[in-house]
Structures are given as C-alpha cells and as structure tokens.
C-alpha cells in the first residue's frame, strides 16, 4: 500500500466514526489495513487524513490525546457528548468502554 493509499484508508475509517464514538490508533490501523497504529498516528500527526477529519475521534488506547490537543478535544466531546471520565493524570480522557466504536469488520 502506498503511502497515498495509507492515508485514503485512514480517511475512510475517521470520517465514518460516528459522533460521540472513538477509535483507538490501534483500531484505525486494523480496519484500514495498514501493518502499525504508529503509521495510522503519523498520517495523523500530518493531517493526511484531511483537514475535515474528525480527528478528535481517535485518541491512544488510554483514552487520552496529546496535552497540546487537550482543550479543544475536550470542546468537541461536550458538544458531541462523548463520554468521558476525570482523571488527576489528563485534562480529559475519554471512557473507552462506553465511547469506543464498534466498527463494522472491513471487507
């Protein structure tokens, strides 16, 4: 798969994350069948998934995002009401039990 392709895939799963709901980077990869969640994070990091990706939506499998994307994440998953839980450690982390997506198995 070409790294253009990479990114397509990974676009096609985060733009069907359904609001309120989250996937891991773990989850991205799989259902785009790509070999790492490393390589779903990088495109990304990169915003090579688009810039209208719902990039909220996927988060670590912790639940968490890095502290820079923290505030406005928070402001998406209020609004979308994404459950969430408090934590001393984050500003906010997302309940993976009750947010994850459970995506359709790809074909």
């Known amino acids: 798969m070409t790294g253009h392709d990479a990114a397509g895939a990974v676009r096609g799963v985060v733009l069907g994350i359904p609001r309120a709901r989250v996937l891991s980077y773990g989850d991205v990869a799989e259902l785009a069948g790509l070999a790492t ?5 990088r495109i990304m990091a990169l915003g090579q998934a688009g810039e ?39 500003w906010v982390q997302v309940d993976m039990p009750r947010a994850r997506w459970n995506a359709p198995a790809p074909r």
């Open 37 to 41: 969640p490393r390589l779903a994070a």
């Open 52 to 90: 209208d990706a719902p990039w909220w939506r996927v988060v670590r499998a912790d639940g968490t995002l890095p502290d820079r994307l923290q505030i406005t994440a928070r402001e998406h998953y209020e609004r979308e009401g994404t459950p969430l839980r408090e934590t001393s450690a984050h």
